[in-house]
């Protein structure tokens, strides 16, 4: 969702795009597709570089334009980028789409994890046959790219006309996206009709496992694996220090660090609280006024080691920690920042070192 103002009215197109003023985007929707009804061998290059581009890179082209700008609002936000029950179940035809679904699926759950941090959510919406007009995309292909396409089957056309026909009507299935948004699954699922499918399609991969016998190499790659999985701690997520002159903090940081000064979110106010971020749009010291509003409430003075509040780290698998800290009696406190999305546990060392861990997404 984009809102813009075109300013100069007797610009020419070029001149109007450059004035072109975007206003902070939260919302984004990735969602292009057209259609090849062929397999691959049966594909040219030109083929795949026009379904390719269209599917796979109109998607790439969509995050690289607008994800550095919203985290660089510091607002969070969410994306949907669509892919296809085609992205779960391949067939020979078709073959260049199968694989650009596919691709959809592995970049957005990639993002899924790595925009957590920054309080932006993110799901793949894999439809089924939906009420459109893809059967026809033959129609929209540019000249450029029809170097080996193959003659138009317009009997096949005729017959995926009427297949579509019975499709999802999309208002429903936009209605059935926001539910997912709201619930923050990482797959949307609009088409019920494919459960059984995708269960007996997760059977097979599980059969084709095999028991070989340990390599020199396997228990390393175990213990490995098993970090991998268990791992809890992704990065340090900021400092929060309190201050009796929140306006000399923030400039002090601003012009000694270079860091960015930004208001920080609901309920904090610019008088009560204010974030620095660096040059990759990390909020990385939280300033806050003796005054501010804090979940975690604890005596607190300006000097040496007193205006350190809290350490945060930014973290996953919220419900295993919960679990972890009863299984061990360490006393937490939780809070949920609704503005952004945020999960919070609020635990204390043995030292009194009191620590915030952050849950995006999670």
């Not at 109109?58 to 936000?77: D, H, K, L, S």
């Not at 005054?291 to 809290?310: N, Q, S, V």
Request: aromatic share 10%; proline share 5%.
């Amino acid at each position: 969702m984009v809102s813009k103002k075109i300013e100069g009215g007797k610009q020419g197109k070029a001149g109007q795009l450059k004035g072109l003023r975007w206003s902070p985007v939260s919302l984004l929707f990735n969602n292009a597709g057209v259609n090849l009804f062929q397999t691959i061998e049966d594909s040219s290059w030109s083929d795949w570089d026009w379904v390719m581009g269209v599917n796979l890179h109109g998607v790439i082209n969509g995050v690289m334009t607008f994800v550095p700008r919203m985290i660089a609002a510091g607002g969070g936000g969410y994306i949907v980028n669509t892919a296809s029950m085609a992205g779960w179940l391949a067939s020979g035809a078709p073959g260049i789409y199968n694989t650009t679904k596919f691709a959809v699926r592995g970049m957005s759950e990639s993002l899924r994890y790595s925009l957590a941090k920054h309080g932006i959510g993110v799901s793949v919406l894999c439809p089924g046959l939906v009420k459109s007009y893809i059967y026809a995309s033959d129609d929209v292909r540019p000249a450029g790219l029809m170097e080996g396409a193959k003659p138009v089957d317009h009997a096949a056309v005729e017959r995926l006309a009427g297949a579509h026909q019975a499709g999802m009507e999309p208002d429903v299935i936009a209605e059935r996206v926001i539910e997912g948004m709201e619930e923050n699954r990482t797959y949307i699922f609009s088409h019920p009709e494919f459960r059984e499918e995708v269960a007996e399609l997760f059977a097979e991969y599980l059969e084709d496992f095999r028991d070989y016998p340990a390599d020199p190499g396997f228990e390393q790659r175990l213990g490995f694996e098993k970090f991998r999985r268990e791992r809890v701690i992704l990065a340090l997520d900021h400092v929060n220090i309190i201050t009796a002159d929140l306006e000399a903090s923030a400039r002090f940081y601003a012009q000694v660090f270079a860091l960015e000064r930004r208001d920080g979110p609901l309920p904090l106010t610019p008088q009560t609280g204010q974030w620095m971020y660096d040059s990759a749009g990390r909020a990385v010291i939280h300033l806050n006024s003796l005054d501010a509003p804090r979940a975690y409430d604890r005596d607190i003075a300006p000097g040496p080691t007193g205006a350190l509040h809290h350490v945060a780290l930014s973290c996953q698998g919220h419900e295993a920690m919960i679990a972890r800290l009863e299984a061990a009696a360490v006393d937490y406190q939780r809070n949920f920042v609704a503005a952004i999305g945020l999960r919070q546990i609020f635990v204390r060392d043995p030292n009194e070192v009191l620590f915030e861990l952050n849950f995006f997404g999670d």
